[in-house]
């Protein structure tokens, strides 16, 4: 399965955004998925994950609890990442990440495919 993400952007503090990672080659259903980020000069960090068959199980970082919500789109093969609340630590650039498991899975070592990431700015 291939993934790009899409829809990042500069937003000001108490924003929103929505990311969108499109899957091609396969049904993204058929795959646990997850949203990551990494902000400049530190390491890749978890923020959502969806199992597998949209299972009804999701995980979310404590940092992201309450504000970001994962969901998926089957007609579209999409899977969004909806951001509310937006705070300054958010800018990252953000990646999605598929992989052929259960899930929900917070580790990144264990996805096997990547998109290629999008930019989220928060401005103060």
């Known amino acids: 399965v291939q993934l790009q993400a899409s829809g990042g952007g500069l937003v000001q503090a108490g924003g929103s955004l929505r990311l969108s990672c499109a899957a091609s080659?396969?049904?993204?259903?058929?795959?646990?998925v997850g949203w990551f980020r990494q902000a400049p000069g530190k390491e890749r960090k978890f923020v959502a994950a969806?199992?597998?068959?949209?299972?009804?199980?999701?995980q979310y970082a404590d940092s992201v609890k309450g504000r970001f919500t994962i969901s998926r789109d089957g007609a579209k093969n999409t899977v969004d990442l909806q951001m509310n609340s937006l705070k300054p630590e958010d800018t990252a650039i953000y990646y999605c990440?598929?992989?052929?498991?259960?899930?929900?899975?917070?580790?990144?070592?264990?996805?096997?495919?990547w998109g290629q990431g999008t930019q989220v700015t928060v401005s103060s």
């Open positions: 990440a598929a992989d052929n498991r259960y899930g929900p899975e917070y580790r990144a070592s264990q996805y096997a495919y």
């Open positions: 080659g396969r049904s993204v259903s058929n795959y646990a």
């Open positions: 969806d199992s597998w068959a949209s299972g009804g199980r999701t």
